[in-house]
């Protein structure tokens, strides 16, 4: 088992990615600051895991730009939809209101 190192960053790495998520939906701090975070995390992690496999330095940047930049885009985008989505559905009346007040069943 010559890739344990790989193995325990990549179980980082998801651990960054649903901190992400649970912290932008949660507003645990500013969203910009936990993206920001999440981002430079993904980077470094998914950096180190190719390293730990050894990839060049050259390779391992290249993984850690697209798969940790695409990765945590892609969480901080459903973050966002469902936040914004969430918050839409607040201000809408709820349907059974609108019945009971015009008698309808």
């Known amino acids: 088992m010559r890739d344990t190192g790989g193995l325990i960053l990549f179980a980082v790495f998801a651990l960054v990615q649903v901190g992400a998520y649970l912290g932008i939906r949660r507003r645990w701090a500013r969203p910009a600051a ?43 985008v459903m973050a966002w939809y469902f936040t914004s989505k969430e918050r839409r559905g607040a201000d809408l009346p709820d349907l059974s209101d609108l019945q009971s007040e015009t008698g309808e069943e």
């Open 34 to 76: 936990v993206a920001a975070v999440a981002v430079v995390a993904s980077f470094v992690l998914m950096l180190l895991m190719a390293l730990a496999q050894g990839n060049s330095i050259y390779q391992a940047i290249f993984v850690g730009l697209i798969v940790g930049g695409l990765c945590s885009g892609g969480i901080l």
